[in-house]
């Protein structure tokens, strides 16, 4: 049980660990990257103010104007710049000087237009070029008079092991954040099955406490027919093997135990003098005795974990030739569960001692049983049913109630917790 339970918290912590990972490392990635590229624009950005004249005329630029620019490019360009180009304020080039040892860059740049901003701000713009990150700066040159005299566009190429560090950097940042997020993880999966195995035994006591007033019920019902509560605790437990071999669903076996449990529980509201009459019924005692069904189904009525009885205690007096009560249902209109109950109820009517019969021999019981197939029982169960029911009397015909009523707390208890617990690993698988 509790490697089930185990596997389900290691399961949903590892997605949650996924999902907070993609997020949070996502995140922390955008945000890293985003460092990047305003640390690579500062780089450039500080470059290029070391170039700004002190002011140009804002008409005909003199020679020496120019060579003075030109000297300055020329010492620039040595300074990880691609090329520096001066424009003139009618955004007329006035100067270039490219380095010979990125022209290749310079060449890719030309692909890429670029406006001259309207403002008086400094623009800037990445790019990657082969394995080069390049910034393009644009900014405005100030004038002798007051205003812009020109731009100055300058193309940064950002050193490779600048580039490496700020990369190991943000890997840094990021399996910090990842492992920052594993061991929040690690840390609550202690936390999560301690709380769990609380619930559990919690849940454990209150299903327990509910299969044993669900037995105990039943039982009490069964004592007023016959003096005991074995016919309650032998039925649930032959209907338990049939409904295995059958193949029912967890669900279904649920329901057929509960059933199986209640489903004389409207016999409550029979009068003695009816329920205990030794001989046979009147019609009209007949007819009040068959109510136990409907009253059996109004007392279950108002509990939402006893509904899954309802099949049983409704349709297990229905035939499948639709001779039965309480609703005349025919072949498989009749739910499994009360078709299969139906069977193992009225044998082991058959096959053990009530205070106004002795216990028929299994042959002739099984004869009886088979004699009914098609008739009352459904004929595929029948055939089931009699390959297993010489082991099952054997074990079970025979036991005192005490090794019955332990047995069946133990076989409920499995079908009502441990495939709960399988069902809900087999979901999150």
């Given at each position: 049980?509790?490697?089930?339970?185990?596997?389900i918290?290691?399961?949903?912590?590892?997605?949650?660990?996924?999902?907070?990972?993609?997020?949070?490392?996502?995140?922390?990635?955008?945000i890293?990257?985003?460092k990047?590229?305003d640390?690579?624009?500062?780089?450039?950005?500080?470059e290029?103010?070391?170039?700004?004249?002190?002011?140009?005329?804002?008409?005909?630029?003199?020679?020496?104007?120019?060579?003075?620019?030109?000297?300055?490019?020329?010492?620039?360009?040595?300074?990880?710049?691609?090329?520096?180009?001066?424009?003139?304020?009618d955004?007329?080039?006035?100067?270039?000087?490219?380095?010979?040892?990125?022209?290749?860059?310079?060449?890719?740049?030309?692909?890429?237009?670029?406006?001259?901003?309207?403002?008086?701000?400094?623009?800037?713009?990445?790019?990657?070029?082969?394995?080069?990150?390049?910034?393009?700066?644009?900014?405005?040159?100030?004038?002798?008079?007051?205003?812009?005299?020109?731009?100055?566009?300058?193309?940064?190429?950002v050193?490779?092991?600048?580039?490496?560090?700020?990369?190991?950097?943000?890997?840094?940042?990021?399996?910090?954040?990842?492992?920052?997020?594993?061991?929040?993880?690690?840390?609550?999966?202690?936390?999560?099955?301690?709380?769990?195995?609380?619930?559990?035994?919690?849940?454990?006591?209150?299903?327990?406490?509910?299969?044993?007033?669900?037995?105990?019920?039943?039982?009490?019902?069964?004592?007023?027919?016959?003096?005991?509560?074995?016919?309650?605790?032998?039925?649930?437990?032959?209907?338990?093997?049939?409904?295995?071999?059958?193949?029912?669903?967890?669900?279904?076996?649920?329901?057929?135990?509960?059933?199986?449990?209640?489903?004389?529980?409207?016999?409550?509201?029979?009068?003695?003098?009816?329920?205990?009459?030794?001989?046979?019924?009147?019609?009209?005692?007949?007819?009040?005795?068959?109510?136990?069904?409907?009253?059996?189904?109004?007392?279950?009525?108002?509990?939402?974990?006893?509904?899954?009885?309802?099949?049983?205690?409704?349709?297990h007096?229905?035939?499948?030739?639709?001779?039965?009560?309480?609703?005349?249902?025919?072949?498989?209109?009749?739910?499994?569960?009360?078709?299969?109950?139906?069977?193992?109820?009225?044998?082991?009517?058959?096959?053990?001692?009530?205070?106004?019969?002795?216990?028929?021999?299994?042959?002739?019981?099984?004869?009886?049983?088979?004699?009914?197939?098609?008739?009352?029982?459904?004929?595929?169960?029948?055939?089931?049913?009699?390959?297993?029911?010489?082991?099952?009397?054997?074990?079970?015909?025979?036991?005192?109630?005490?090794?019955?009523?332990?047995?069946?707390?133990?076989?409920?208890?499995?079908?009502?917790?441990?495939?709960?617990i399988?069902?809900?690993?087999?979901?999150?698988?």
């Amino acid at each position: 049980r509790m490697i089930s339970i185990h596997r389900i918290v290691l399961r949903r912590l590892i997605l949650a660990w996924l999902g907070v990972s993609l997020f949070a490392g996502g995140l922390t990635y955008y945000i890293e990257i985003e460092k990047i590229d305003d640390a690579v624009v500062a780089l450039a950005a500080s470059e290029a103010t070391h170039f700004a004249p002190e002011g140009l005329d804002t008409g005909q630029h003199t020679a020496e104007e120019l060579n003075i620019l030109r000297e300055k490019a020329g010492e620039f360009v040595k300074r990880n710049f691609v090329v520096i180009e001066v424009y003139d304020r009618d955004e007329k080039r006035i100067l270039e000087v490219v380095n010979p040892k990125y022209e290749h860059i310079e060449t890719e740049l030309k692909r890429f237009k670029h406006h001259f901003p309207p403002d008086t701000g400094s623009h800037y713009e990445k790019f990657v070029v082969g394995e080069d990150t390049v910034v393009q700066v644009l900014v405005p040159l100030p004038s002798k008079l007051g205003g812009k005299a020109g731009f100055f566009e300058g193309v940064f190429v950002v050193d490779r092991n600048t580039i490496a560090d700020f990369r190991t950097q943000l890997w840094r940042t990021l399996a910090g954040v990842l492992l920052a997020v594993l061991a929040t993880t690690t840390l609550l999966y202690p936390v999560i099955i301690s709380l769990n195995q609380d619930v559990l035994r919690f849940s454990r006591e209150v299903l327990t406490g509910n299969l044993e007033m669900a037995s105990v019920l039943g039982a009490a019902i069964a004592k007023r027919d016959s003096d005991t509560g074995e016919h309650n605790f032998r039925v649930t437990l032959y209907a338990i093997q049939l409904g295995e071999t059958v193949g029912l669903p967890p669900i279904q076996m649920r329901q057929l135990i509960l059933g199986a449990f209640l489903h004389d529980v409207g016999k409550i509201g029979i009068s003695d003098n009816i329920l205990l009459k030794p001989g046979k019924l009147t019609a009209e005692e007949f007819a009040i005795m068959r109510t136990h069904v409907t009253l059996g189904v109004d007392i279950i009525q108002q509990s939402t974990w006893l509904q899954g009885a309802r099949e049983v205690i409704e349709g297990h007096h229905e035939k499948f030739d639709g001779s039965g009560y309480l609703r005349g249902l025919k072949g498989e209109e009749i739910p499994l569960t009360a078709r299969i109950f139906a069977i193992v109820d009225v044998f082991d009517a058959l096959s053990s001692r009530r205070p106004y019969k002795a216990p028929m021999p299994l042959e002739q019981a099984l004869a009886i049983i088979e004699k009914d197939a098609g008739s009352h029982f459904d004929p595929r169960l029948v055939s089931l049913f009699v390959g297993i029911a010489p082991d099952l009397h054997g074990r079970i015909g025979q036991a005192s109630e005490k090794e019955l009523q332990a047995s069946l707390l133990k076989q409920a208890s499995h079908y009502f917790l441990q495939t709960s617990i399988e069902a809900k690993a087999a979901t999150s698988a």
